[in-house]
């Protein structure tokens, strides 16, 4: 059974700072990973999309690298900033097409 | 990119009502729907995945004549909170893929509906 989990639980920081979120699953046969975004009483927001054929993927200040062997995932915020506070969460579809979810990261970026 | 739209964002019901929630895709067919729950300060957890057609697969633990499912259409589906309980308020979200499409693209996600139960 896929388990994931996230490493922090919780991060504050000052504005500025670059970040690396941990995520890790214990199925490394997997088709993709994906990061969310989720903001408080609100539903997901897709981050980033990485295959299990890729290394990496970036969009903007954001980049996720995929080790697929060893069942980790990073998600890098650069320069972070206020507006990036939310829970990000990693998830890697089952076999029936769901999503488990990792627990979540809650970031806090103080100004 | 594709949507799913989910309706009600927000719905408050007295104990032993029932609430129907939905869950449409916009632009695209989704023979397959799937919905979540997320109880404060925890993940989503998988509760049932919706078949367009045929009867919804229920999650170990999840009382399917509870949580009622109806996927009536390739781009529809609806869950019932039947009886609800105030241990029922919950956050719950659905998810779809596009008809045809594997697991090496991407899923689109409703906004989410925060149900309370009083």
């Known amino acids: 059974k896929q388990e994931v989990t996230q490493i922090p639980a919780a991060l504050s920081v000052p504005e500025g700072e670059n970040l690396v979120l941990n995520c890790s699953f214990t199925?490394?046969?997997?088709?993709?990973l994906q990061w969310f975004r989720q903001d408080p009483g609100k539903g997901l927001t897709s981050l980033l999309l990485?295959?299990?054929?890729?290394r990496e993927q970036t969009s903007g200040r954001l980049n996720a690298s995929l080790d697929k062997s060893s069942g980790r995932s990073t998600l890098y915020i650069a320069a972070s900033q206020p507006g990036d506070s939310a829970t990000y969460l990693c998830?890697?579809?089952?076999?029936?097409?769901?999503?488990?979810f990792g627990p979540g990261t809650r970031l806090s970026v103080l100004p | 990119g594709a949507v799913v739209s989910q309706h009600p964002s927000r719905v408050i019901c007295k104990s032993g009502t029932s609430v129907k929630i939905e869950c449409r895709s916009l632009d695209f067919q989704a023979t397959t729907m799937f919905w979540y729950r997320q109880f404060p300060k925890q993940s989503l957890m998988l509760m049932a995945t919706s078949n367009e057609g045929s009867k919804a697969t229920y999650e170990q633990g999840v009382e399917k004549d509870k949580f009622l499912i109806n996927h009536a259409s390739l781009t529809l589906s609806t869950l019932t909170v039947t009886s609800a309980h105030p241990e029922d308020s919950s956050f719950y979200i659905c998810?779809?893929?596009?008809?045809?499409?594997?697991?090496?693209?991407?899923?689109?996600f409703g906004q989410g509906t925060r149900l309370t139960v009083v």
């Open positions: 998810s779809a893929r596009a008809a045809g499409q594997g697991y090496n693209t991407e899923a689109f």
């Open positions: 990485i295959q299990s054929s890729q």
């Open positions: 998830a890697v579809p089952n076999y029936g097409q769901n999503f488990v």
């Open positions: 199925d490394s046969a997997i088709y993709n």
